[in-house]
């Protein structure tokens, strides 16, 4: 059976699954897979205003993709372009503001925020976003607050009455029934998707993360050079390597791309507690049905 909830309904997506917005790994490329494969895709609007003007170009007419955000380093002329051209448009990394909501409901699109604590869903609710996503500290990338999950999801979901999605931790059918069971309205999901065929991270990157379980990642600030005290969540090898290589080593935030050469396993090899459910490069279209056919054989009713 099909799992329809509020965001399903909302964005008239199949299924309750979103491609986290990841830096330069959300390309046209993954977006459009997950989208086809019935999630909702995500690309990244960090890129800049123009670049991100091209990539939407690239979009099918009637696609289910988003926009992402990162506040600290956005453009006002991006999130209209964004919002005038995608269903969603969200943000991260920063205070909830009324401003930049209004921009997007202007712009035509739903308004949302990636929040760390309930207090900032009550934040993002006030604004004016359309739904809000909980992050839980198992969470790659950026993490924005210190809760784990299914705590934060029932802290969330007793303060605001928004739809919600789940990140963080998230890489298997039986977590993402697990969070819908516990109160989200869909999950979204990081670290599976940078192993995916379309995404354009390093193989290097690729293979660490396939040989990874959810204790080779580690909370930190390493990586911190040009958007320092943001905590973020990394394989400890990464800092391994970067602590061996000594004065060459560069701790800028960036992850290595395919195209990169150098030490690309002393760069920023982000990595959720998800980690242990990526075991081979896959295409986002396998991805999304593994998770949401076994999801909903965990959701059916014992017979
Ligand atoms: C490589 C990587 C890059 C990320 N970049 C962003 C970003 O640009 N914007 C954002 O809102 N979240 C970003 N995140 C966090 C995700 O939105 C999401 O919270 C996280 O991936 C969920 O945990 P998971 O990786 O275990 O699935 C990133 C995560 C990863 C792994």
Not at 223 to 230: E, K, L, S, Y
Request: proline share 5%.
């Amino acid at each position: 059976m099909p799992i329809v909830t509020r965001i399903t309904e909302l964005f008239g997506c199949r299924h309750p699954l979103q491609q986290a917005g990841m830096g330069g790994i959300a390309t046209p490329a993954l977006a459009i897979a997950v989208a086809e494969a019935g999630g909702i895709g995500m690309l990244s609007g960090t890129v800049g205003a123009a670049a991100l003007g091209a990539q939407l170009d690239a979009v099918p007419a009637g696609a289910v993709i988003g926009v992402n955000f990162i506040v600290p380093f956005l453009d006002r002329a991006g999130v209209a372009e964004a919002a005038a051209r995608s269903p969603l448009v969200e943000f991260f990394w920063g205070t909830p503001d009324h401003e930049l909501v209004e921009i997007v409901h202007a712009g035509g699109a739903r308004a949302g925020w990636q929040v760390g604590s309930s207090a900032e869903a009550a934040a993002a609710r006030d604004a004016g976003c359309d739904i809000v996503i909980a992050q839980g500290v198992e969470a790659g990338g950026h993490v924005r607050g210190v809760v784990g999950l299914l705590p934060l999801l029932d802290e969330v979901r007793t303060v605001v009455d928004l739809p919600i999605i789940a990140a963080g931790g998230i890489g298997t059918g039986r977590a993402m029934a697990a969070a819908l069971a516990a109160g989200a309205d869909a999950v979204r999901v990081g670290t599976r998707f940078i192993a995916a065929t379309e995404s354009t991270a390093h193989d290097v990157y690729v293979d660490a993360l396939i040989a990874a379980s959810a204790d080779d990642t580690v909370l930190t600030t390493a990586f911190g050079d040009g958007w320092p005290d943001a905590p973020h969540r990394v394989l400890k090898s990464a800092i391994e390597a970067g602590e061996r290589l000594g004065a060459a080593q560069s701790w800028s935030p960036d992850w290595p791309s395919s195209d990169y050469v150098g030490a690309a396993d002393a760069r920023a090899l982000y990595a959720g507690q998800s980690v242990g459910a990526v075991r081979e490069r896959q295409t986002a279209a396998q991805i999304v049905a593994e998770l949401v056919d076994d999801a909903e054989r965990s959701l059916q009713p014992p017979t």
